[in-house]
């Protein structure tokens, strides 16, 4: 069991607007430790998305978008793409256990 | 171009050992802190551990699941970092990558550059 907990999948037609959640505790996110979200797209490495709760890598379209409040964290995909079917991982510190990732969560293009 | 370049995975039996290689290029390596985080197939980002730079000096951390087994090493001059895993289990089979390590002052720590993983099996 991760110490950041995802829903398992979400999914969402093109061109809507959907969420993942990352929630943790006052040991990680609660603290005030940043959160990162990382893309996998099927069979490749992890990519940074979303640094520092809120910041965008160069490259990274502004569809994607990240927030974080008291004890959790969302990702945000507006216009959501085919190319966007991916693995999505939030990624914080922990206090006790250092660096820690949520379980992730599976996007489903519809 | 920042690159991470991992090698040595391959099939070992349980309690044999294993030493991967993450070879760096593109930034300054010596200035660096680099992670290793697993992967097993079908399966979640799982931290492995860490190693600080020189001036920091090549502090290293680990999971508490891989302590006493692993060891991460760097060897600056060849911009590589290695990762030494003894009394391999069965549980650690899995892809490992290497990752650099960026800390700022204003964005936090974060995880900036993933290696493309290079694939443990351990059985027997």
């Known amino acids: 069991q991760s110490v950041l907990t995802q829903p398992p999948s979400v999914s969402g037609a093109p061109g809507q607007r959907i969420t993942i959640s990352c929630t943790g505790t006052?040991?990680?996110?609660?603290?005030?430790?940043?959160v990162q979200w990382y893309q996998q797209l099927p069979g490749t490495a992890p990519k940074l998305l979303i640094y520092?709760?809120?910041n965008r890598p160069s490259g990274v379209p502004d569809r994607f978008s990240g927030s974080k409040s008291g004890t959790s964290a969302s990702l945000a995909i507006t216009g959501l793409q085919a190319e966007d079917e991916a693995d999505y991982y939030c990624?914080?510190?922990?206090?006790?256990?250092?660096?820690?990732f949520g379980g992730g969560t599976k996007l489903t293009v519809l | 171009e920042v690159q991470l370049v991992e090698s040595g995975g391959g099939l070992v039996q349980p309690g044999e050992s294993l030493k991967l290689s993450c070879a760096a290029s593109?930034?300054?390596?010596?200035?660096?802190?680099i992670h290793w985080v697993r992967q097993a197939s079908g399966k979640g980002l799982e931290w492995v551990g860490r190693?600080?730079?020189?001036?920091?000096?090549?502090?290293?951390t680990y999971a508490a699941s891989m302590k006493g087994r692993f060891t991460i090493s760097r060897y600056d001059s060849k911009n590589t970092a290695y990762l030494q895993m003894n009394s391999l289990k069965t549980e650690d089979t899995a892809v490992y990558y290497c990752?650099?390590?960026?800390?700022?002052?204003?964005?936090?720590?974060?995880?900036?550059?993933w290696g493309q993983g290079t694939l443990v099996t351990v059985s027997s």
């Open positions: 520092g709760n809120i």
């Open positions: 593109g930034f300054t390596f010596s200035g660096s802190a």
């Open positions: 990752v650099r390590h960026v800390s700022d002052t204003l964005t936090g720590s974060y995880f900036d550059y």
């Open positions: 990624q914080s510190y922990d206090t006790s256990l250092n660096w820690v």
């Open positions: 190693i600080r730079s020189e001036a920091n000096t090549y502090a290293t």
């Open positions: 006052s040991s990680n996110i609660g603290t005030g430790y940043v």
